[in-house]
């Protein structure tokens, strides 16, 4: 685009902003210790039992294997450590981006192309998943390279091709391996495959897609029906609901994720732009057919997917979640482009040169948002291990861990899992460590030998560490277990303190400081000194 067209200022802060969330996606991998779920990753794949011993710990989780192979032969080559291990993610994420911005250069205008990259790549999904070693980032390529593969396919149809090869290639591997990536992109895999088969005007491909969809589904039922029985989560209470207004928040949270409060203002002007313009020419350049299909089938299948996540919630287990929309963020991506062009400033005019300076502020808006390589996000697993194995009276004691809150059920494999593979990753001791419940901490259940061996520590001879909690504690809940070790028989007239550990979360306007670790300390009681 020249430098003298009206939309030249648009493209360069757009790109700017995109390139600059790509570039940061390779900052700061290892700032962070490893969080919650990370710690599980390493937990499925950190073992000498090959594939096999992948498989099977993967089926104690309540997602497909497929990222855990691919992470398990990464870590071969690379290493464990945050910075390799979360590289991977960086690259999907990039890559995906790629993808996106490539594969639909004939079909959305360059400007539109640009402004839902810089909305959506500045925002708190991309932005957390880019460093995450989970397997969104992994999805989100995956799910560009299906839309990008099913653009193809009708291309060549469209162009005499009685049966497009290579991309029916395309989507039968990517939808293949996608949906043992995460059950999620299976729901979206379906839904692409009878989007094409009903609108690209191929026999062949209609079958290869119908059958290769039978198969995969076959495949992924028996998969379901194996995790369901070896799984050890409690699928049907974990934190997701079945009701209509969590249903409606999930579903507003994962385009607040995918685009910031912001872009979400924007994509509703624009929404509200095209419904205005109805019938009128859009905006020039791509053709208009293939502009409407891939926006069409854009936004179905992501309406299907909320459908079928409902459905899926009330007859199987709960699973709808803003995250899970949220695998397949390129098609959103897509359908902001639409309505770029079909509802964006026409620079000709005064009033579209206002529009486009509101629409500029809301990328913007998500600058703040990139500082964050730089800090500390995550719960604080790695700095809390560092105090309590650096404390010389606590070398080769015993430690007393809370069980992380709403992880799993408190089974002995949870109970195992935390000590070895949560708490443990980080602490050289991790065979000393002992979980326990809030509810046996408190002293409302029992857990043998634990009040005599906290009413030790508090006497104040050796180790003074009461407790080491990590996960889903908010400040309220931590000073309010703190409260309750204070009152266990035994523990006065020693004060429990509790000493945090910062990380920082992300707002609207910037990082504000928190923490979600603690470590409960026995200290002596206050000195009184006579009137």
């Known amino acids: 685009m020249g430098a003298r067209s009206p939309d030249a200022p648009l493209v360069a802060l757009f790109a700017g902003l995109a390139v600059a969330a790509c570039l940061f996606a390779f900052v700061g991998l290892g700032r962070s210790g490893y969080w919650t779920d990370e710690l599980f990753t390493l937990f499925v794949i950190d073992h000498g039992g090959g594939l096999t011993g992948v498989f099977r710990r993967a089926l104690t989780d309540t997602h497909p294997p497929a990222y855990y192979f691919l992470l398990y032969g990464w870590s071969k080559l690379f290493g464990l450590s945050e910075v390799p291990i979360r590289l991977l993610s960086a690259l999907c994420a990039v890559a995906a981006a790629g993808v996106f911005f490539v594969s639909l250069r004939r079909v959305f205008s360059l400007t539109a192309r640009l402004f839902a990259l810089a909305l959506a790549l500045n925002a708190t999904f991309w932005f957390d998943q880019a460093q995450n070693a989970r397997s969104y980032a992994l999805c989100m390529l995956i799910s560009a390279l299906l839309l990008a593969f099913a653009l193809a396919a009708r291309r060549q149809v469209a162009a005499g091709s009685r049966f497009p090869a290579w991309p029916c290639l395309g989507l039968v591997l990517a939808g293949a391996f996608g949906s043992f990536c995460h059950s999620y992109v299976f729901l979206e895999v379906g839904l692409i495959y009878l989007f094409v088969a009903f609108t690209v005007p191929s026999l ?123 695998t397949a963020s390129p098609l959103l991506w897509a359908v902001v482009a639409w309505l770029y062009d079909v509802g964006g400033p026409r620079l000709d005019r005064r009033a579209g040169r206002i529009f486009a300076a509101v629409l500029a502020l809301a990328p ?163 000195s009184t000194s006579p009137r």
């Open 204 to 326: 062949r491909l209609q079958i290869v897609l119908v059958a290769v969809g039978l198969v995969v589904a076959a495949l992924t039922a028996l998969y379901a029906r194996a995790l369901l029985h070896g799984t050890q989560q409690d699928v049907h209470h974990m934190w997701f609901r079945k009701d209509p207004i969590f249903f409606f928040n999930q579903v507003t949270v994962a385009w607040r994720i995918g685009f910031g409060i912001s872009g979400w203002i924007a994509a509703a002007l624009l929404a509200i732009s095209a419904w205005r313009r109805r019938g009128g020419p859009g905006a020039p350049g791509p053709a208009t057919d293939e502009r409407r299909w891939v926006g069409t089938l854009c936004a179905s299948v992501h309406v299907g997917m909320i459908v079928l996540g409902i459905a899926v919630s009330l007859a199987v287990a709960p699973s709808m979640s803003s995250q899970n929309l949220a």
């Open 364 to 526: 913007l808006a998500h600058l703040t948002v990139l500082p964050g390589r730089f800090l500390n996000r995550n719960e604080d697993w790695r700095g809390s291990a560092r105090y309590v194995a650096g404390m010389p009276a606590c070398a080769g004691q015993p430690i007393a861990i809370a069980l992380p809150r709403n992880f799993g059920p408190p089974t002995p494999f949870f109970r195992t899992l935390a000590e070895q593979s949560l708490y443990g990753r980080y602490f050289p001791q991790g065979g000393r460590l002992h979980a326990y419940l809030p509810d046996e901490l408190a002293g409302r259940r029992p857990a043998p030998g634990l009040a005599a061996f906290l009413a030790v520590r508090a006497q104040g001879a050796g180790c003074p560490i009461l407790l080491w909690a990590v996960h889903d504690l908010p400040p309220e809940d931590a000073e309010a277990l703190r409260a309750d070790l204070q009152r266990l028989p035994g523990v006065a007239p020693a004060r429990v303190e509790m000493k945090p550990f910062g990380n920082f979360s992300h707002e609207e306007l910037g990082y504000s400081p928190w923490a979600a670790a603690f470590v409960y300390v026995a200290a002596p009681p206050p």
